[in-house]
């Protein structure tokens, strides 16, 4: 069957993640030597630090179950860094593990999210503007699916200068593991757990919101899954669902891949796909 509607993820996926991390993590960690102080930067680092070593087993848990592994980008990684680093360090309040203080954390790491993100500079993938181009002439629909907020990325998009309109459909909040809200009997076939040889963890492919979503998409593009490639960087939190839903996924590449996500594509057979760049994508289409 031929492809009819492309979706692209967008941070990592069309953002070159490196140089956009490096920004990220500066002006993360100039925050918390302001709020924290200079003398807690070695606890800050060895935090961070943690998390990466301990990744993929250490996943991104927003509250419903690991969804992503914790190393996946800059974001992810600070933000479990931050519990870490509070409890580490037995901060007042941040440092508790009281939920009513967990919600003040957490709230102070949504801040922290977005002020560093706020600072970052749009760096693209080199090939991304040719790419998505080429691809919206090739095919009738082009979506960008992220977490991130529709407005931020809608902005961030007009540093490309598409010559193409690309609709963004934002947070989607790929990490919850929930039912969906609607059109229950499309899910019936997306296991609760899914279990490989090289991740002790299970990963947990029900996210209710990615469904809805990804349904949303379909039914205003008149379009199935079947006909459908979805192109991320992430294999656990952006392709597992769509794949499972019937659609042929393409991971590009990230700097530091797991094993995991490598037997995850390679059971999908001719449905999955792996590129280190995006150049890879239009091979998926001929
Ligand atoms: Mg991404």
């Known amino acids: 069957m031929s492809t009819r509607l492309v979706i692209f993820d967008f941070d990592g996926t069309l953002t070159d993640i490196v140089a956009e991390g490096r920004q990220f993590e500066a002006a993360y960690t100039r925050a918390v030597r302001?709020?924290?102080?200079?003398?807690?930067?070695?606890?800050?680092?060895?935090?961070?630090?943690?998390?990466?070593?301990?990744?993929?087993?250490?996943?991104?848990?927003?509250?419903?179950?690991?969804?992503?592994?914790?190393?996946?980008?800059?974001?992810i990684t600070?933000?479990?860094?931050?519990?870490?680093?509070?409890?580490a360090e037995r901060l007042p309040i941040l440092g508790s593990e009281e939920p009513a203080h967990e919600a003040v954390r957490s709230a102070l790491g949504?801040?922290?999210y977005h002020a560093a993100?706020?600072?970052?500079?749009?760096?693209?993938?080199p090939?991304?503007?040719r790419v998505i181009e080429e691809v919206a002439g090739r095919v009738p629909h082009v979506r960008i699916?992220?977490?991130?907020?529709?407005?931020?990325?809608?902005?961030?998009?007009?540093?490309?200068?598409?010559?193409?309109?690309?609709?963004?459909?934002?947070?989607?909040?790929?990490?919850?593991?929930?039912?969906?809200?609607?059109?229950?009997?499309?899910?019936?076939?997306?296991?609760v757990w899914w279990r490989l040889p090289s991740l002790q963890r299970p990963i947990l492919p029900r996210r209710g919101r990615y469904f809805d979503v990804l349904s949303r998409v379909w039914s205003e593009t008149g379009t199935t899954p079947a006909e459908t490639l979805v192109v991320g960087d992430i294999v656990?939190?952006?392709?597992?669902?769509?794949?499972l839903l019937g659609a042929a996924v393409h991971y590009v590449e990230r700097p530091r891949g797991h094993a995991y996500e490598a037997e995850v594509l390679a059971e999908l057979g001719s449905r999955g796909g792996t590129s280190p760049t995006l150049e890879g994508v239009l091979e998926r289409l001929d």
């Not at 509250?63 to 800059?74: E, I, K, L, Y």
């Not at 998009?157 to 009997?185: C, I, M, T, W, Y």
């Open 117 to 125: 993100y706020a600072e970052i500079t749009p760096t693209f993938r």
């Open 145 to 191: 699916v992220t977490n991130s907020s529709t407005a931020k990325v809608t902005e961030k998009l007009a540093h490309l200068s598409l010559s193409v309109q690309v609709q963004v459909d934002g947070d989607a909040r790929k990490f919850e593991v929930s039912e969906p809200s609607s059109n229950l009997s499309a899910m019936a076939g997306v296991p």
């Open 34 to 75: 302001e709020l924290f102080g200079a003398v807690r930067l070695p606890a800050w680092r060895q935090a961070l630090a943690s998390v990466v070593a301990e990744a993929p087993e250490l996943g991104w848990d927003m509250g419903s179950g690991a969804t992503a592994p914790g190393d996946a980008d800059p974001y």
């Open 78 to 87: 600070a933000t479990l860094a931050l519990a870490r680093f509070a409890r």
């Open 110 to 112: 949504g801040a922290l």
């Open 127 to 129: 090939e991304a503007r």
């Open 236 to 243: 656990e939190l952006d392709l597992v669902l769509p794949a």
